[in-house]
């Protein structure tokens, strides 16, 4: 992107993370404690050995004898 792009889309993102920081805050939820949850999750679903360089859908990296 261009120094210009670049700095408007800065913005952009930043309107969008304190809004993210705001909801999570009404609804009490640990955003920290959420990520981890998540990657935790991603981990089990998306097994680097099975899918590093790869984009597709979860249930394409199911163990062979999974029946997901």
């Known amino acids: 992107?261009?120094?210009?792009?670049?700095?408007?889309?800065?913005?952009?993102?930043?309107?969008?993370?304190?809004?993210?920081?705001?909801?999570?805050?009404?609804?009490?939820?640990?955003?920290a404690a959420a990520a981890h949850t998540k990657i935790a999750c991603n981990e089990i679903r998306y097994p680097a050995e099975r899918c590093r360089g790869s984009a597709r859908r979860a249930s394409t990296y199911a163990a062979p004898d999974s029946t997901a």
């Open 1 to 31: 992107l261009a120094p210009e792009q670049k700095a408007e889309v800065a913005l952009e993102l930043a309107d969008i993370f304190l809004y993210l920081i705001r909801l999570a805050d009404r609804l009490e939820i640990d955003l």
